[in-house]
Structures are given as structure tokens and as C-alpha cells.
């Protein structure tokens, strides 16, 4: 079993930048990918980010790249996403998710921390 949490978010203006946290515990194996999802009340949740234990990562949002990066500390079993020139668009509720499947898809990841509300005032 794998418990996963999120902190980081908050209520920043057009143009700041904040940075979300996230940290996997239990069986090291399930939480060899993990990946930041966002979701907008009515809409379906969206992948933004992922980070493997490899090295590996990549931005799944178009509208994002260039201005998020993902990054993972393996020693602490943590995935950071630093969110830089926030935009209104980019509020959201964030999730952190961990699991073994490199996917941005969300029904790829069996672990899901409780979310942090993202909010971007203009």
C-alpha cells in the first residue's frame, strides 16, 4: 500500500509562481512513476506532469510546457512541480498520483493523494 499527500498550493496572482510537493510512502515498487493531475470542477482530470524514479519525466500539458518543471528526489521518495508565470486557466484542485505505468492518463496510476487547491487570481 502506497499513501500518498500533497502540499503546496495556494491562492497566488497572474504571473507567480508556486511550487507543489509530494511524497509516496510504503512499497517503493507501486510508486515507481509518479505524476501531478489537475481537475476543474465539471471536468474530467487532467495529466500535467510525470516523474520516474529513472530520471525519466515529462510535461503532458501542452499549455504548460515552459512554464511547469517536474523534478523527483529519490531520497525522499518525493516529486516536486514548480509552477512558474501561473496563469487564471491554471486554477484547479492538484493531485499527486503514484504508481508503475508511464502514462499521463490518469487511469494509469492506482495511488492518489487527497489534492491542494491551486488558485490564480488575475
Known amino acids: 500500500q502506497v499513501q500518498v499527500a500533497e502540499s503546496g498550493g495556494g491562492l497566488v496572482q497572474a504571473g507567480g509562481s508556486l511550487r507543489l510537493s509530494c511524497t509516496a510512502s510504503?512499497?517503493?515498487?507501486?510508486?515507481?512513476?509518479m505524476g501531478w493531475f489537475r481537475q476543474i470542477p465539471g471536468k474530467a482530470r487532467e495529466g500535467v506532469a510525470l516523474?520516474?524514479?529513472?530520471?525519466?519525466?515529462?510535461i503532458c500539458t501542452a499549455s504548460v510546457k515552459g512554464r511547469f518543471t517536474v523534478s523527483r528526489d529519490n531520497t525522499k521518495n518525493t516529486v516536486y512541480l514548480q509552477m512558474n508565470n501561473l496563469e487564471t486557466e491554471d486554477t484547479a484542485m492538484y493531485y499527486c498520483?503514484?504508481?508503475?505505468?508511464?502514462?499521463?492518463?490518469?487511469?494509469?496510476?492506482?495511488?492518489w493523494g487527497q489534492g491542494t487547491q491551486v488558485t490564480v487570481s488575475s
Open positions: 510504503g512499497l517503493s515498487d507501486d510508486a515507481s512513476v
Open positions: 516523474a520516474t524514479r529513472g530520471g525519466t519525466d515529462t
Open positions: 498520483a503514484a504508481g508503475r505505468i508511464y502514462n499521463c492518463g490518469s487511469s494509469a496510476f492506482k495511488y
